[in-house]
């Protein structure tokens, strides 16, 4: 098994490097750099020649392949470099906004677990009769939402005319509640859904039925046997979710208007800040890679057949 | 030391029970008029129509049919292992020790099933669950229903690894399924079933999913258990090799009714229904010069659409006109040899009430 | 009465009464107290649209900083907002040299900076010296004082020279923003790299509180005393204990914060206005940005606007009225109708009116230039159909102006093709002029901004779009960007907006104005000469 963790180890390692080339390169294919953005976002009043010497003074002219390997170069030694707008080092700006997203996606990633699993479970139990179609029609409700739209409604109802929670906030648990609930959302319908059929796959399978042979109550049936069978798809498919959920914590945080990584990539992105959307985007890259090589492990854990790959 | 003589104690006893038994005459098992049908979309499926057997302590019974005849549904449904929707147990009695299966709830059968009945099922290779040892799922059996402590648990399951014969146990004990091959698994299920020592064991099919060297161990192991532990066998296959060396009586069933019923011996010297003559004349023999296999005409009827009268009259070469206006009933033909055919009818009806 | 005359008249109707329902729908300001009233205490917390990437007033050339650090920082002048006069700030007394390169600035005695350190001529150096620095490399900089600077000289304590290779006449309106506000001289020393996070200027508010790219708390500068600039109605310490500025960038959410009391002034969208006189304690105030309107520049290098005739077609087809009427315009206040906007220093009248919605004089035009409209009615030349592209940002305002022109001149015979990309793509694409329209706007205090835009040295480099060289023009640009005597270079740029508007190099169309909504409670705001909105006035009404 050692083995094994080593070998995803690698892999992830290597999926790492390859995703710094890829932004690397795309960031500066984008057209317009730094000092396009800020100037389209003053009000240009600089002359041709001006406009040559801040770019030459910010380095924006040497040939990519020097700039990205004297990058890999200082971000190997955990320089990430320095925003180019706010001069603050990009791990700073970094660590600055990262626990509030990472708040955010545990949190939304327990609601879509918690909700998705119950439903999905209850759903499973009551094959075809009410309480299952009750519970794929929510799965189906809330797969259909867009996130911002939910977002707003939620800020409509619960904060403009409920007062329940406060608004624009980014510290304490209060301001957590309707940005995991609109996030995860729509992680958890899906997770609903995954689990209800993975059960219902389990539930026909011929273990299952030698389960049943010896006495096994359907309690017992349905935590022990089927679920830990039926987890595996939907372990896998959290794993990916949390790279939906990073990713639409960007729409969340701009919403709610919250703290966090998702709006500094967007700005980041929007002023051509590269050395911040680099590390940006690195950071984000290496949270989904992790929580994937962790789900790895995870699995062989709970599925024996696996160790041995 | 005390342990194992508690063991040895328990095979002694299940040992007497058998002994004595074989004077006795009681059923453990009844079967009275069963019926199981399935209610689908394209219709009701009777799956099984009116079936009875019985069996005594200290037997082996043999189902034997093809695909689609009722034996496994048959098998279920004394272990209440029906899915239900789909299926629903009709009528009918299942009488284990004078108590009706049919009657009981839930949470009793829960405490039978493993426990007083244990089935052993087709597929080895999808029959344990792949994410817990072989060890795990024996003692699962145990403490389910024994009020046993873990540790006993334990001793209990590698004694049964050793009794169904699979090699260095306390290593395996701790073996995932995958990692054992078709036949061991089949032990393991064995294993399984045989823990709490149960009065009976349902085979359904248990060699069919193995390789014939292999089939012939696993039957090996059965009949050694047989005797040693004194448990009632009743072996569902389609194959009659299996029934010619494992069992003591033999039901035939075809389309979801019994057809022929007797000993075993006595089948394979005398098969009355044009059925069962079939059957034994499809086996291929060794001595025999034959181009092409003798095989009995026609298919299995869709049980959504079954002939009126006699089930078997499409492929029968003996069919007559009252089979196609009325099913035959089950009569005894000769002293416990039951056959269910308009041809034997007729020659009993002097010993029967049925009517034309 | 022809079908287009009748159409014309009901449009002039619907649009007048619009436009004075307008201005009966825009909620009242309340009633300022009299200057003795004025009680002191209470905070406020605004919110502006978009989030500023730092508060390095040197590298983040933002107008939303600006308007947090106007509080803070202090400049040694100012152009008054109405008068647009130049007024003292922490310069008392000044002098430009004949020849436009020394300005010698007599600085205030009796100042400190936020964090104790005396105020001198010291302090201009250093923060001009950083500022200026390569190092930092600020697009502000040079935006702001040119590129023809040289340096600045301590002459002795309290006075500074700052001095140029060549004249730059801008620069005396550009020293007002607070991206030219002093910086203490120890803060500098202390934090070379991040100043944003440490800023020690003298206004009336200090820094309190940073949290990078959420909010910036400033406090009450308790020392502040008798220097606050002309444009304010009172002198001494600021009224208010606190102002936060936070940045809330979804409209929505912004909104609704200003609702539920979690903000107290916010940039309000324009459609909202109504919504505002309907809920209870809110009112709007509407602030023209002033400098070059909201605009579509032509490209005068690319078939069909290559042909003056054509360009000056399309100023006569455009209706701004009917144009303001469109919903979600997106801040479209008044139209505007000349290369800068109404009530600017040093605009032109003449320009402005040279041309008006009148299709009969735009068809006459196109026949001259040997166009004809075909059967489907539209123009034809040479088996060519009269087409043109218009190259826009995919956001409103400029989106929706780019699509109601369409409408505008298919109306008008013409076909109109959009293509529309990211904000920075699509600014590269006009600037390779890939296409014929381009709508743009942009805020300026000086006229000397129409350099960037009209100047020909900026072709396919900075955001000149018009793509043509017309010498009269470019030497006009350079003269006024080097005149310093205002009533010269005033008369300078009359000429260079009327070469504008004849070679019809552009179609101004609207002013963008800034909506603000302010709680009842807010009172005493009022507005620097960039539209930003300014706080030292600021009270709260019990």
């Known amino acids: 098994m050692l083995v094994y963790i080593i070998k995803r180890f690698l892999a992830a390692i290597l999926t790492v490097f390859v995703v710094s080339i890829v932004v690397f390169t795309m960031l500066h294919l984008l057209p317009g750099d730094p000092i396009d953005a800020i100037i389209s976002q003053s009000g240009a009043q600089l002359t041709a020649a001006q406009i040559q010497e801040i770019r030459s003074n910010m380095g924006l002219d040497k040939p990519l392949p020097i700039q990205y390997i004297n990058y890999i170069k200082k971000a190997l030694h955990g320089d990430l470099g320095r925003s180019f707008w706010s001069n603050r080092p990009v791990f700073q700006e970094i660590i600055d906004q990262i626990p509030f997203t990472l708040e955010l996606a545990v949190a939304s990633l327990l609601i879509a677990t918690v909700c998705g699993l119950t439903t999905g479970i209850i759903a499973a139990l009551n094959h075809n009769r009410f309480l299952d179609n009750a519970a794929m029609f929510l799965a189906i409700m809330g797969v259909s939402m867009p996130n911002f739209w939910l977002g707003l409604i939620l800020i409509l109802v619960f904060c403009l005319n409920l007062g329940w929670f406060p608004i624009a906030q980014s510290v304490g648990l209060p301001a957590l509640v309707l940005p995991a609930f609109s996030l995860g959302i729509r992680t958890a319908s899906i997770i609903s859904r995954m689990t209800r059929s993975g059960l219902l796959e389990v539930f026909g399978a011929d273990y299952i039925r030698t389960a049943r042979a010896k006495g096994v109550r359907t309690f017992g049936l349905v935590v022990k046997h089927a679920l830990r069978n039926a987890f595996i798809p939907i372990i896998t498919m959290l794993g990916l979710q949390f790279g939906e959920l990073l990713a639409g914590s960007v729409v969340t945080e701009t919403v709610f208007a919250r703290r966090g990584m998702g709006q500094l990539v967007v700005s980041s992105i929007k002023d051509r800040d590269f050395p911040l959307a680099q590390g940006v985007i690195l950071v984000v890259a290496i949270m989904y890679i992790g929580v994937n090589l962790i789900v790895d492990i995870f699995y062989s854990c709970i599925d024996p057949r696996i160790r041995y790959d | ?356 | 009465m022809s079908r287009k005359s009748s159409l014309l008249i009901v449009t002039l109707i619907v649009c007048i009464v619009l436009l004075g329902s307008y201005f009966a729908l825009a909620a009242p300001r309340p009633k300022e107290l009299s200057a003795n009233q004025i009680p002191s205490g209470g905070s406020i917390t605004y919110s502006d649209q978009r989030t500023p990437a730092g508060y390095d007033v040197h590298k983040i050339w933002d107008s939303h900083l600006d308007v947090i650090m106007q509080n803070v920082l202090e400049c040694l002048v100012y152009e008054h907002p109405t008068t647009h006069e130049i007024v003292p700030g922490l310069a008392t007394e000044w002098e430009i040299s004949p020849d436009g390169k020394v300005y010698t600035f007599k600085l205030r005695k009796d100042v400190k900076f936020h964090d104790g350190t005396p105020f001198d001529a010291y302090a201009v150096k250093k923060t001009y010296d950083r500022y200026s620095d390569s190092r930092i490399a600020s697009p502000s900089f040079m935006g702001l004082f040119g590129s023809n600077y040289l340096g600045t000289e301590v002459i002795d304590k309290y006075t500074v020279q700052i001095k140029f290779s060549a004249p730059f006449a801008p620069f005396i309106v550009n020293l007002g923003e607070s991206f030219c506000g002093i910086i203490s001289p120890a803060t500098l020393d202390k934090y070379p790299e991040d100043i944003g996070s440490h800023i020690s200027g003298t206004g009336p508010f200090m820094v309190k509180e940073v949290v990078p790219k959420d909010h910036i708390t400033l406090v009450r500068n308790e020392n502040y005393h008798g220097h606050a600039p002309a444009f304010y109605k009172h002198q001494g310490k600021a009224y208010l204990d606190s102002v936060t500025f936070k940045h809330i960038t979804e409209e929505s959410t912004r909104v609704a914060a200003l609702q539920t009391g979690d903000l107290d002034i916010i940039r309000a969208p324009w459609m909202m206005v109504k919504d505002y006189e309907v809920a209870p304690g809110v009112y709007t105030v509407a602030v023209g940005n002033p400098g070059p309107p909201g605009r579509t520049d032509i490209t005068c290098d690319r078939w069909p606007t290559d042909d003056q005739k054509v360009r000056q077609a399309l100023l006569f087809y455009v209706n701004r009225d009917e144009m303001l009427k469109a919903p979600f315009y997106g801040g479209a206040i008044w139209a505007e109708d000349g290369p800068l906007t109404k009530g600017f220093w040093t605009r032109s009248e003449k320009a402005a009116a040279m041309y008006s919605y009148n299709l009969a004089k735009g068809d006459t035009l196109l026949i001259e230039a040997g166009w004809k409209k075909n059967k489907a009615g539209i123009w034809e030349k040479n088996g060519k159909q009269l087409e043109i592209v218009i190259i826009t940002e995919a956001t409103p305002p400029f989106l929706t102006a780019s699509e109601i022109l369409t409408g505008q001149f298919k109306r008008a015979g013409i076909v109109t093709k959009i293509r529309s990309a990211d904000t920075q793509a699509a600014w590269a694409m006009a600037r390779n002029g890939e296409g014929n329209l381009v709508p743009y706007a942009d805020t300026a205090t000086d006229p000397d901004s129409l350099f960037a835009a009209y100047h020909s040295s900026g072709i396919g480099i900075s955001d000149m779009f018009t793509r043509i060289t017309i010498p009269e023009l470019d030497s006009l640009l350079e003269k006024g960007r080097m005149t310093t005597d205002r009533s010269e270079r005033e008369k300078i740029y009359q000429r260079i907006q009327e070469i504008i508007m004849e070679q019809a190099l552009t179609i101004p169309l609207y002013n963008s104005a800034r909506i603000y909504a302010v709680k009842d409670r807010v009172r005493g705001i009022n507005f620097n000469n960039r539209a930003g909105m300014l706080m030292y006035d600021a009270y709260i009404s019990k």
């Open chain 2, 1 to 356: 030391m005390r342990e194992e003589a508690k063991v040895l104690d328990l095979a002694d006893q299940k040992m007497s029970d058998t002994e004595q038994t074989k004077f006795g005459d009681e059923n453990l098992l009844e079967v009275k008029d069963l019926k199981t049908y399935f209610y689908t979309e394209d219709g009701v499926v009777p799956a099984v129509d009116g079936v009875s057997f019985s069996i005594k302590k200290g037997e082996t019974l043999g189902i034997v049919g093809e695909s689609g005849c009722g034996k496994s549904v048959t098998a279920l449904s004394i272990m209440r292992l029906i899915q239900t929707p789909p299926g629903k147990i009709i009528s009918g009695q299942i009488l284990l020790n004078g108590e009706d299966l049919l009657k009981k709830t839930e949470k009793e059968m829960n405490d039978i099933r493993g426990n007083w009945i244990s089935m052993v099922f087709q597929e080895p290779m999808t029959s344990l669950n792949p994410v817990y040892t072989v060890g795990d799922q024996i003692m699962e059996a145990i403490l389910l229903h024994q009020n046993v402590k873990k540790i006993e648990a334990r001793k209990r399951t590698l004694e049964m690894l050793k009794m169904v014969g699979i090699p260095s146990p306390e290593s395996r004990i701790n073996d995932y399924p995958h990692q054992m091959s078709g036949g061991m698994r089949q032990r393991v299920m064995i294993a399984i079933g045989l823990a709490c020592q149960p009065k009976m064991l349902i085979a359904d099919e248990p060699t069919t999913a193995l390789d014939v060297t292999i089939q012939a161990q696993i039957l090996d192991l059965m009949k050694r258990l047989k005797d040693e532990l004194g448990t009632v066998i009743m072996v569902i296959t389609h194959d009659l090799g299996v029934v010619a060396q494992m069992v003591d009586k033999v039901v035939v069933m075809y389309a979801g009714k019994v057809v022929e019923s007797t000993k075993t011996a006595e089948l394979f010297a005398n098969p009355l229904h044009p059925y069962t003559v079939g059957l034994l004349g499809s086996i291929p023999k060794v001595n025999e010069d034959r181009k092409r296999l003798q095989t009995i005409e026609g298919v299995v009827p869709n049980l959504l659409e079954l002939p009126v009268g006699c089930r078997f009259r499409p492929r029968c070469s003996k069919k007559m006109e009252i089979c196609g206006q009325e099913g035959p009933h089950l009569v005894e033909v000769k002293p416990d040899h039951w056959v269910r055919c308009w041809c034997f009818a007729e020659r009993a009806r002097g010993e029967t009430d049925e009517g034309k």
